[in-house]
């Protein structure tokens, strides 16, 4: 059966993590995958979740099945987070997914039912994981210009030639806050534009939310997407609560249809149904049930939010340093671009002979590409994170 299969190739990033795992020097430095940390490097449980998870355990009564929908009082929940006060709110219907990972894939099966000869426009560069997973729906994939490798900004004139070639039969994925990989948001009148494109070319609009609250805060990182909801007649929003609730293993996550109507967003959700169960049939409960508890308790929603503010403030006092220090140590300005970059990533530019130099002679790991990040440092790693970069060339 399986004499034919080739070699698989490995995931970039998970990959640079087992190499690290086996890197037996003792300062060695992890700046690859997303996740965050603190200062001792570990990735706590949020004290909002621990007090969650007794409740919901001391509260259990059944194991059973709970629906195709997964969580009910979750799914509203979300719904009530990213698009209460909008217009796009009536028309919306919400279904929980593992991860933001499960919600893309379903989306982007949803787009090839609804449309087989659709074609997703990606950012250049974007997540990883996003062509994979809309080329293995059957998605055409187009990629629009983002990252201006010498501003270390979006170039956003080139970005919005783009989108406004754009017409019906395409779907825009944007993410909506704190850019993966490069760490560049694109700004407030760029998501007025790409919104005016939209109503007025009627390509979709698709969504990407892994990092709410990790960039200017938690519904000011989400201000792009509610003009946006605001606007647009349809709507798509992939978002994980692995980052922000640091829930990662539990695979929590939700997608999101704006329809032009609610029957037609209700049409859009018996297909999700259909498409969940041929593949995994009903989400994992635990992780989104910790959501829920937190984001209808006043008390615990404080606390929740009080945790995500430390974690924001601490990559951007991180990012300070940085900046700070390769200003000191260079003698230039040229390192700033770090200060003005969102959440956890910054895409920097070095390259891999650079990163291979990096690795092999002081244990740095950086994501190929030249992604690092920032809350995999402690502070009291940047001098010496510094001087190996500029060491190497950068
Ligand atoms: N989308 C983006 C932009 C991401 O960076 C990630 C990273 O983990 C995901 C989606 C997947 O998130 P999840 O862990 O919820 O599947
Ligand atoms: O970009 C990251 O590091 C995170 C985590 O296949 C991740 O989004 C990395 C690789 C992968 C899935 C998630």
């Not at 719904?79 to 909008?86: A, I, K, M, N, V």
């Not at 030639?161 to 779907?171: S, W």
Request: proline share 4%; glycine share 8%.
């Amino acid at each position: 059966m399986f004499a034919n299969l080739p070699a698989a190739k490995d995931d970039p990033i998970l990959s640079l993590g087992l190499a690290f795992k086996d890197d037996s020097r003792s300062d060695k430095i992890d700046l690859g995958i997303g996740v965050y940390r603190n200062e001792q490097g570990e990735t706590p449980v949020m004290k909002a979740v621990s007090i969650a998870q007794q409740r919901l355990l001391d509260q259990q009564t059944t194991q059973a099945y709970i629906g195709l929908a997964g969580n009910a009082s979750y799914n509203q929940t979300m719904l009530d987070l990213l698009l209460s006060g909008t217009d796009a709110f009536s028309r919306a219907i919400a279904m929980q997914t593992p991860g933001a990972s499960g919600a893309l894939r379903l989306l982007a099966d949803l787009i090839a039912s609804a449309k087989p000869n659709a074609k997703v426009w990606l950012s250049n560069p974007s997540y990883v994981n996003h062509q994979p997973i809309m080329q293995a729906a059957g998605l055409a994939v187009g990629f629009y210009p983002y990252f201006d490798p010498v501003s270390k900004q979006v170039d956003e004139s080139a970005m919005l030639e783009q989108v406004a070639k754009l017409g019906p039969d395409d779907v825009l994925l944007l993410h909506g806050c704190c850019h993966n990989p490069t760490g560049a948001d694109i700004s407030f009148s760029a998501w007025q534009s790409i919104s005016e494109l939209a109503l007025k070319n009627g390509f979709l609009p698709f969504v990407d939310l892994a990092y709410q609250g990790f960039g200017q805060g938690l519904m000011e990182d989400i201000q792009g997407l509610q003009h946006l909801a605001r606007q647009v007649p349809e709507l798509l929003i992939a978002s994980s609560n692995s980052k922000s609730f640091g829930l990662y293993r539990e695979r929590s996550g939700v997608a999101i249809v704006v329809g032009e109507t609610l029957q037609q967003a209700t049409n859009a959700r018996g297909k999700l149904f259909e498409l969940a169960r041929r593949s995994y049939t009903m989400p994992p409960n635990w992780g989104a049930s910790i959501v829920a508890e937190i984001l209808n308790d006043t008390q615990l929603n404080q606390q929740w939010q009080q945790e995500l503010n430390q974690m924001s403030q601490r990559m951007r006092d991180l990012r300070q340093c940085l900046a700070q220090e390769f200003a000191l140590q260079s003698g230039s300005d040229r390192f700033s671009y770090l200060t003005q970059h969102q959440g956890m990533f910054s895409l920097t530019g070095f390259n891999q002979h650079q990163l291979e130099q990096l690795r092999e002679q002081h244990a740095i790991y950086i994501v190929s590409g030249g992604r690092i990040n920032v809350a995999g440092l402690a502070k009291s790693f940047i001098p010496r994170l510094v001087k190996a970069c500029l060491a190497v060339g950068v």
